[in-house]
């Protein structure tokens, strides 16, 4: 079978979930400016893409295994192009832009949430060497595509003005509708054996699980927390033009991310991954500070681009040791997993908007809170190590 095929459809399903991601993030000044929407509302568009993205991994838990994952990844990509295009159109057509956008959101985020929960099961089950490595790969796509819709979207105002967002909306919308085809034709295999995944009660009895579910929370926040405030907070912190500030925000997030998982993507059967993970979030522990606290723009700036590198393996990482040491959690295990990371992607970016705006519209303030999300990764970390110990020396 052409496994290369499924690899491919994935891949272009997490360049889509980019999309999804951070096109909007682009735009929260303009969304600001435009449809006079407060900073305190803009941060709930992120909010409402990761908790309907929440709500579609609780769902999958319970109901991916029946309706088949080829339906549903392919429903993903529906979605994802369905929401895209409603972005252009919807906040024009009903009464109050700032719900348009919301609705717009909640749809493609419908999209990015399969793609999240089924993604990474269809390729653990593809018969490749080095999970771990492979699993990392893929994700780094997310990050490529988080680098091409910036610099493009960047291009794109710079030629035609930030005015034709909308049209750039549907342009985006064309990848997801390409990847119909490629997840209609591609082999899909099911990660555990048919009927012997575990339940969702039969996981949650695992004490494991509930670290590597803590886990993925602060990994989802370290992460969006710092990468969908990274246009403003270079642009009102830093005081850089728009186009400025969104190549060194984020795009250069994306791109230090993207490295970091090529690398263990390379060189992953070499690297311990806990001790990888341990020195990602003492390393994103120091990159929040150094943006929050440092006086000088270019510090600041290099703490916001660092992080990047600090959460590259955070999302992945998790995955895997939990995928490693459960097994048969099938595709229950890798929606909860998303749902976590979901919850935490809703709670860092939104908690960095509201102290942001109750500090008087100062982002170092609001990037101080982030410091929270690295330090309960590091003491997750610690309890999984401590229960793998106890384990073998028992």
């Not at 339940?199 to 992460?223: D, H, K, N, Y």
């Not at 642009?235 to 795009?251: F, I, N, Q, T, W």
């Not at 806990?274 to 003492?282: D, I, N």
């Amino acid at each position: 079978m052409n496994y290369r095929r499924t690899l491919l459809a994935c891949y272009l399903g997490f360049i889509t979930q980019a999309i999804a991601a951070n096109f909007a993030p682009l735009l929260y000044l303009t969304f600001h400016n435009e449809y006079q929407i407060p900073l305190g509302q803009i941060a709930l568009i992120s909010s409402t893409l990761f908790i309907t993205q929440l709500v579609v991994d609780l769902l999958c838990a319970r109901y991916a295994d029946r309706i088949g994952y080829r339906t549903c990844v392919i429903a993903a990509q529906v979605f994802s192009a369905s929401g895209l295009i409603a972005l252009a159109f919807l906040p024009g057509l009903l009464p109050d832009p700032f719900w348009g956008i919301l609705l717009a959101t909640a749809i493609y985020a419908v999209g990015s949430g399969l793609t999240e929960v089924l993604c990474s099961p269809i390729v653990e089950a593809c018969p490749f060497d080095h999970k771990e490595a492979v699993m990392s790969l893929l994700h780094s796509f997310y990050c490529w595509g988080s680098v091409g819709v910036i610099l493009l979207s960047t291009l794109f105002f710079a030629l035609f003005g930030i005015a034709h967002w909308r049209v750039l909306a549907c342009i985006w919308a064309l990848i997801p509708l390409s990847n119909i085809y490629n997840f209609s034709v591609c082999p899909i295999c099911h990660p555990a054996p048919e009927g012997k995944g575990m339940q969702t009660g039969a996981l949650l009895r695992v004490p494991l699980f509930w670290f590597a579910i803590l886990l993925m929370v602060c990994a989802g926040a370290s992460e969006l927390a710092m990468a969908q405030w990274a246009s403003a907070f270079a642009e009102s912190a830093l005081g850089l033009s728009k186009s400025m500030g969104d190549l060194a925000g984020p795009c250069l997030f994306a791109v230090t991310m993207g490295i970091s998982r090529v690398i263990y993507g390379k060189y992953g059967d070499r690297l311990d991954l806990t001790r990888f993970m341990v020195c990602s979030g003492l390393l994103c522990l120091g990159c929040y500070v150094t943006a929050s606290v440092s006086g000088a723009a270019l510090l600041s700036l290099a703490g916001c681009v660092l992080c990047g590198f600090s959460v590259g393996i955070m999302w992945p990482g998790a995955i895997s040791i939990c995928s490693q040491r459960i097994p048969t959690g099938g595709t229950a295990m890798f929606a909860l997993l998303a749902m976590a990371g979901d919850l935490g992607g809703a709670l860092g970016p939104s908690m960095v908007g509201a102290v942001t705006q109750h500090a008087g519209n100062n982002m170092q303030q609001g990037m101080l809170t982030g410091c929270i999300f690295p330090l309960g990764l590091l003491l997750s970390l610690a309890a999984l190590q401590g229960i793998r110990q106890r384990k073998a020396a028992a």
